[in-house]
């Protein structure tokens, strides 16, 4: 059964409108994954509004959000994402990485409430549910098998394996690396995947500036899917202040460093593996 990978939103920190980010999309965090009858979501940035806009007009109203972590630009597309004002959708939330009393849904609570919101969470039509996890922990959904993994993120985050019986993507963002010394952590969640979606807002002649920030560069994310024999990776979760014009320079630099083997992530780009 072949696994379908969709870049609904593509950039990290803060949503990116305007001529200089057409080309690769200024929307925040959001990845669907399909297999057979099972839909998976990967975060709820800005690109969600548009998935759910699809969504609707599909009448595909239930849905599964896996959460990397809570930042704002991870969860910002989450109140206008239209299945959760019908009442018969229904919508189920997880994440690995709360450790707020009240978990994940204590941080939605907070998100849909007066006066940063007008629609409280307990004013949603839909049927709403939360559920945490430790990452680390691997369950199934529908035909899928996750294995999740921590991530070096300020207030953490989770990594996502997501396999069928017959290909494997790994979502991995977003997450800090220490030069010279490979995350074994991750280098065992990625091994042998078909994809990997990978942190790469910065490259490595910027990182020594944001070191602390919480994030990686597209140089490592090649290293460490060299070192895990990776079939493809997905560059990802694009700096604000990385024009179309950059990304098409990190695009060239990157198909130079491994040939055949990268792609910088586009919204609405399809990836597919049989």
Not at 55 to 75: K, N, V
Not at 122 to 140: W, Y
Not at 158 to 177: F, G, K, L, P, Q
Request: glycine share 8%; net charge negative; hydrophobic share 40%.
């Amino acid at each position: 059964m072949s696994l379908d990978v969709r870049f609904w939103g593509v950039r990290g920190s803060i949503a990116c409108p305007g001529a200089h980010f057409a080309r690769y999309g200024g929307n925040t965090s959001c990845v669907e994954v399909i297999s057979g009858d099972t839909r998976l979501i990967l975060d709820a940035g800005t690109g969600l509004r548009e998935l759910g806009n699809e969504r609707m007009a599909r009448g595909q109203l239930d849905t599964t959000l896996l959460l990397s972590h809570t930042h704002w630009d991870h969860i910002n597309g989450f109140p206008f994402f239209s299945p959760i004002y019908q009442e018969a959708a229904s919508v189920r939330v997880l994440a690995g990485h709360v450790k707020l009393p009240g978990g994940v849904r204590s941080v939605f609570d907070r998100q849909l409430s007066a006066p940063v919101f007008p629609v409280p969470l307990a004013q949603l039509k839909a049927k709403v549910s939360f559920e945490d996890f430790s990452a680390g922990e691997r369950f199934t959904l529908g035909n899928l098998d996750i294995t999740t993994a921590p991530l070096n993120h300020p207030d953490d985050a989770t990594a996502y394996r997501i396999a069928s019986s017959t290909a494997s993507i790994c979502y991995v963002t977003d997450t800090e690396h220490t030069p010279g010394k490979p995350n074994e952590t991750i280098l065992g969640l990625i091994q042998d995947a078909d994809l990997v979606i990978y942190d790469s807002t910065y490259t490595d002649e910027q990182f020594s500036k944001f070191v602390g920030w919480g994030h990686s560069t597209w140089q490592e994310a090649v290293r460490l899917c060299q070192a895990a024999n990776v079939q493809r990776l997905a560059i990802f979760h694009h700096a604000p202040e990385h024009h179309d014009n950059d990304m098409d320079a990190i695009a060239q630099g990157a198909s130079l460093l491994w040939p055949g083997h990268t792609t910088v992530a586009r919204e609405g780009t399809l990836l597919s593996f049989p």
